[in-house]
């Protein structure tokens, strides 16, 4: 297998530049065709696109629990990986999904989203917002999954002490103090249900379920189960 | 007339108003902030706050007004505004982050905080983030209704969440290089009329001369581009609201009651059982968002016996 990472794609959004890797793996993206699945099937599949979570950056190499006969792409947000480290702070989940769409342009063709994380949020904002190309999001722990609870809490005014990044501290900050109502997150769920031709768009396979996670989920549309699962149910 | 249209020179006399005595920067965490001063350097400090889309030059009848009864007015452009950078991103957080940084640079004593709009509500929250640097708070139009949206069926409100996902991205992806329209003086002031049809044509030809700048093809706004009514998040008005009760010093809050579209139309009653105790509510009659415009001497006066 090919030891350097994969393509990057620079995308702009706004003042912001986003990086866009291949993700290799056993059945994905693998040029010496010896994976599972030939150059035929790769084609045939749509992309997966991985969405980290708060702090990190996307993998070299799709981990060990994901089997995606099709290519992987992963996007860097916006203060973190290869994408550009904003002065200033003024992170919000929702400008993140700005980051997606640039994404989405860019392919040009429909994606399911495997999101961890933060990138498990994101990526269900992203379902109601892009129907029209995200054929499903995979929601799996990791940080940034509960975001900063469904309530503002008590102020508390707080600058980096240094402002170094990757991962840009502002942006582990703010994302991690993010407000995610379950009124929100539902009402996001129920738009994506209803604008996919998806009878399940969305699919939790998180273990921890923060209040907008168990909100989701009392939305008929919303299935549960393993990662494979959800990713199978997603391949047509 | 000039055929071009009102020349700068004309459009910068406007009765009462006048620039800030002093003006300089405030780095802001990389964001550089534009600060302006009126009255003397040595006198007693307030911070006054802007509205959304506005910037400290809207404040130039006002201020003074404040200055001349012995007044340090404090006032900046807030990130993305007037002569500001332009930054990366914005965000509530940030905005009242950069706030404190302005309040950091006023020095170390207590303060009166005063806002109007999405600058009174910023400091409302200011007032709970800093409660060691605020001596008084006064809100001008700047309490957000919740009114409006439970009103609404949750049917419209998904719709209209829809409607403004869709437009929002559709702005995101025009950004990249993204300008200003440029026009004529004249030009810029109807634009802006538009969303602020109480004001006089000679006052936003007069922000014109302030909030804009000339280039080769015409006048521009200066605030980003990027920036745009509207959009999405989690927001709720009540979270604005729960800020009040809790305030531990005098608090004034001034409401105008004609409602126009730049408001967030609030009505006394249902910002009343929120206010601290012993604050002080004013509701004016006859007057639209921009109280501070509309009536600049009424409102300075109330906030100077409040502030005695």
């Not at chain 2, 001596?135 to 969440?161: F, I, Q, T, Y």
């Not at chain 2, 290089?177 to 810029?188: A, H, N, S």
């Not at chain 2, 509701?283 to 016996?305: K, N, W, Y």
Request: aromatic share 8%.
């Amino acid at each position: 297998m090919n030891g350097d990472r994969g393509a990057i794609a620079r995308l702009q959004h706004n003042r912001v530049t986003l990086a866009l890797h291949e993700v290799t793996g056993p059945s994905a993206g693998d040029d010496s065709g010896s994976g599972r699945n030939g150059e035929n099937d790769r084609a045939a599949v749509h992309p997966l696109l991985l969405l980290h979570g708060l702090g990190e950056r996307t993998p070299h190499t799709l981990p060990d629990y994901v089997d995606w006969p099709g290519a992987a792409v992963g996007l860097d947000f916006t203060g973190h990986g290869d994408s550009t480290v904003p002065i200033g702070g003024g992170y919000t989940s929702e400008i993140l999904v700005g980051d997606v769409d640039a994404a989405l342009c860019h392919l040009d063709e429909r994606v399911t989203i495997l999101g961890r994380g933060l990138g498990a949020y994101i990526g269900l904002l992203c379902a109601a917002a892009r129907p029209d190309v995200v054929h499903g999001v995979v929601m799996t722990d990791g940080p940034g999954l509960a975001g900063g609870g469904v309530h503002p809490g008590s102020r508390a005014l707080v600058s980096p002490a240094e402002s170094v990044g990757p991962p840009d501290p502002y942006a582990m900050m703010e994302l991690a103090r993010d407000v995610r109502p379950a009124d929100y997150a539902r009402t996001f769920a129920g738009i994506a249900v209803e604008r996919s031709e998806l009878d399940v768009p969305l699919w939790v396979s998180a273990v921890v379920r923060p209040a907008w996670v168990e909100a989701i989920m009392e939305v008929p549309g919303v299935g549960r189960g393993s990662v494979q699962r959800g990713l199978a149910t997603y391949l047509r | 007339m000039d055929p071009q249209g009102t020349t700068f020179e004309a459009a910068r006399s406007y009765p009462g108003a006048s620039r800030p005595d002093r003006s300089y920067r405030v780095d802001a965490c990389g964001v550089g902030l534009a600060v302006y001063e009126w009255g003397h350097p040595e006198a007693q400090p307030l911070l006054l706050a802007h509205g959304g889309f506005d910037f400290a030059g809207t404040f130039d009848v006002f201020a003074p007004m404040l200055a001349t009864a012995g007044w340090r007015v404090v006032s900046w452009d807030q990130r993305g505004h007037g002569d500001s950078d332009r930054a990366h991103l914005y965000s509530w957080e940030a905005d009242l982050r950069d706030a404190a940084h302005v309040v950091a640079a006023v020095g170390d004593n207590p303060l009166p905080f005063i806002g109007h709009s999405k600058g009174g509500n910023l400091v409302t929250h200011l007032a709970n983030a800093l409660p060691n640097r605020i001596s008084a708070l006064v809100n001008l139009d700047g309490l957000p209704s919740h009114k409006a949206m439970s009103d609404m069926s949750g049917h419209e409100r998904v719709r209209r969440l829809r409607e403004e996902l869709d437009a929002w991205l559709e702005h995101r992806r025009s950004l990249v290089d993204r300008q200003r329209r440029p026009g004529t003086i004249d030009e810029l002031a109807e634009r802006r009329g538009r969303m602020n049809p109480r004001m006089s044509p000679e006052w936003l030809r007069y922000l014109v001369t302030v909030g804009a700048a000339e280039t080769d093809d015409g006048w521009r706004w200066k605030i980003d581009p990027s920036m745009r009514m509207g959009g999405f998040g989690p927001w709720q008005p009540q979270w604005s609201l729960l800020q009040l009760p809790g305030i531990g010093v005098p608090f004034m809050g001034v409401l105008g009651l004609d409602l126009e579209v730049m408001g967030w139309g609030t009505v006394p009653e249902e910002v009343l059982p929120y206010l601290p105790p012993g604050a002080r509510f004013e509701g004016l009659r006859s007057v639209g968002h921009f109280v501070h415009i509309e009536q600049p001497r009424l409102v300075a006066d109330m906030i100077l016996e409040f502030l005695s």
